[in-house]
């Protein structure tokens, strides 16, 4: 059987050996294979560390209260400002999935937002902020607050925090993309 963990391609830091691996890190191996680059990767981290991204990966994606085309609207716009193509590779199928159009993903990529509905512009001018200047101005701010409650707001940064720091550890590692994309987020 071929080790699930080692990838066809050479990456900056190499994957963990699945035999130095925690047993809580073994199990989740077992559990998905084949299991996505970045997943592996991300076992290189010390075992509390992969913990507390997984679990916010996780609400990321599961337990948001924004929409499926919130989410991925703003995951692309993070990738794009990121320049992170494994994240591109797996998110513009995965905002078709969720039923953005070619014209609000090419949004994400060009910044021009003129296409987007007045939530959305808001969203994708608050992550543009919040990647390039830490934190958006008074009025993008005053903007998304006229779409979304505050809990919602504090959930988008914490989701653009959360690709942000999976754009780098992407970066940083080298990771090739997976064949094949994701289309879905069900498994």
Not at 77 to 102: F, I, M, N, Q, W
Not at 107 to 116: C, P, Q
Not at 174 to 187: F, L, V, Y
Request: with cysteine; hydrophobic share 45%; proline share 8%.
């Amino acid at each position: 059987m071929a080790d699930p963990i080692s990838p066809p391609v050479r990456t900056r830091i190499p994957y963990p050996d699945p035999e130095t691996l925690s047993e809580e890190k073994r199990e989740v191996l077992a559990k998905f294979n084949p299991m996505l680059n970045i997943m592996r990767m991300l076992m290189v981290a010390p075992d509390p560390f992969w913990r507390g991204q997984r679990a916010l990966g996780r609400s990321a994606v599961v337990d948001t209260t924004i929409s499926d085309q919130h989410r991925e609207l703003l995951v692309l716009r993070v990738a794009y400002l990121s320049k992170s193509d494994y994240e591109l590779y797996h998110h513009l199928p995965l905002g078709k999935t969720a039923g953005l159009s070619d014209a609000k993903c090419e949004a994400m990529r060009t910044g021009d937002f003129a296409v987007l509905d007045e939530p959305e512009r808001a969203l994708a001018q608050f992550v543009t902020e919040t990647v390039l200047d830490i934190a958006p101005g008074d009025a993008t701010l005053a903007a998304m607050r006229t779409h979304f409650p505050d809990p919602q707001i504090m959930e988008v940064v914490m989701i653009v925090g959360y690709y942000m720091m999976i754009a780098r550890v992407i970066a940083v590692s080298g990771i090739g993309t997976d064949e094949p994309a994701m289309q879905s987020w069900k498994r």
